[in-house]
């Protein structure tokens, strides 16, 4: 089944200015508050977002099988368990809608006073309702540079991590949307030097590079999804802070792994970009040696082309941007992931969100987090205007963006943005 909606010849009768994240050919998802106080589910061109109940009640959407309220739910998971059919079709169609030579919607004033909102005019909120959470330690150039941190340099990294996508389960409660301001967690540290553990706030609060996949329903109980069938279950991608409290998570950490240093907060970007409208963006992900096991091996170009960075603004101040790094750079794929999470017969569902890990590249400037970026606090980050952080401070705010971009197209994320606030 093709997708119309790629075409990078396709312009809307919306204007869109050359640099958005949110061309025609994008159509990513999302959940949004109107100017009535109506939740609905929608998409994005643009800076106009389109609620997506109100042109299906208009008959839009008429001859695709879908249910009358499958857009006037306040999370995406219904329609994402529609599959993946489905998906392309509604994309297909408001990309027909939206075309620039296509006068329907574009002559009618009415129906467009109904369907389009400015971004002013609306609230983002959380695109799906996520029952599970799992995330991945799937950078190598992050697994090393914490080994050579906390372990011996020439074993940085564990003796399984070349033949296994490492995770954890994290909390999903605690999953926030951008603009979400959070609070410095409090939890048990040992401090250098102590006997025993204190109790209060993080002092190594830290931000983590990531994105995350979102799933549709994959299996039943006891089944697994061979490699080859795992992208037919991803439905699209958001950017992903996975936030951290370094000096609770070095206390903790043995030997269960991360609790309290990872749950307190999580940030997504609102909108989902589907894994259908970064296909132009497919490229060779990092080679694998030792060679998996069988059930882990990929042929072809596995890994996607997105440009990721991270701005620190401190309160009052201006942004500077302190690592850029790169999706690709992954050195297990979503695929990977995916097959391995339900390698044992562990059931995926709808809204299931999986986090990448930490993303960082060969360079210090692409290091995905700070404890890299200022090396354990040896290296501080100077920011525009002169100010030093080893760690994020109160009221410092972070931003990360995400875009791809070739000669003829650029799909973006748009940003995930969070304050830390001071603890309770």
């Not at 995406?76 to 079709?89: A, E, P, V, Y």
């Not at 909102?117 to 995330?135: A, C, H, K, S, W």
């Not at 972070?398 to 940003?415: A, H, M, P, W």
Request: proline share 7%; net charge negative; charged share 20%.
């Amino acid at each position: 089944m093709s997708n119309k909606a790629n075409d990078p010849s396709l312009s809307s009768w919306i204007s869109v200015s050359p640099n958005s994240d949110f061309p025609i050919q994008n159509i990513p998802f999302g959940v949004f508050l109107t100017r009535d106080d109506v939740i609905t589910i929608g998409t994005r061109i643009g800076d106009y977002a389109i609620d997506l109940g109100a042109l299906h009640q208009l008959g839009y959407f008429n001859d695709i099988p879908l249910t009358d309220d499958i857009f006037l739910q306040d999370t995406l998971n219904d329609f994402i368990s529609d599959g993946q059919k489905t998906w392309r079709l509604v994309r297909d169609r408001i990309s027909e809608i939206f075309d620039s030579t296509n006068p329907i919607l574009r002559e009618n004033i009415e129906h467009q006073k109904t369907v389009l909102f400015t971004m002013e005019e609306i609230e983002m909120q959380l695109p799906v309702q996520i029952g599970d959470y799992t995330d991945f330690y799937s950078s190598k150039e992050h697994a090393t540079n914490i080994g050579s941190m906390f372990r011996d340099p020439e074993n940085a990294l564990l003796p399984n991590w070349l033949h296994i996508p490492i995770g954890y389960h994290g909390r999903s409660s605690t999953i926030i949307t951008s603009d979400t301001k959070i609070r410095r967690p409090k939890g048990q540290t040992k401090p250098k030097g102590a006997d025993k553990p204190i109790y209060g706030p993080s002092k190594m609060v830290d931000f983590e590079l990531e994105m995350a996949f979102i799933t549709t329903d994959a299996n039943k109980l006891g089944e697994t999804i061979p490699i080859e069938d795992a992208e037919k279950y991803i439905f699209g991608l958001v950017l992903f802070n996975d936030w951290s409290a370094r000096d609770i998570q070095k206390w903790e950490y043995v030997p269960l792994g991360p609790f309290n240093a990872k749950n307190f907060a999580s940030s997504i970007s609102p909108w989902i970009v589907t894994l259908d409208a970064l296909q132009p963006f497919r490229v060779a992900s990092p080679s694998q040696t030792p060679e998996p096991l069988p059930y882990l091996r990929q042929k072809g170009n596995n890994s996607y082309d997105i440009n990721l960075e991270v701005s620190i603004t401190p309160e009052g101040g201006v942004p500077t941007t302190v690592c850029k790094s790169n999706f690709k750079y992954m050195y297990w794929t979503m695929s990977q992931q995916l097959a391995h999470h339900t390698s044992n017969g562990c059931k995926v569902l709808s809204g299931d969100l999986m986090g990448s890990g930490t993303i960082s590249g060969s360079t210090p400037d692409s290091y995905g987090s700070m404890l890299e970026l200022a090396w354990q606090g040896t290296k501080p980050l100077r920011l525009e205007g002169g100010q030093t952080r080893t760690s994020i401070e109160d009221y410092d705010t972070v931003t990360l963006k995400g875009y791809c971009s070739n000669d003829e197209v650029r799909i973006g994320f748009g940003q995930v943005l969070t304050q830390l606030l001071p603890a309770n």
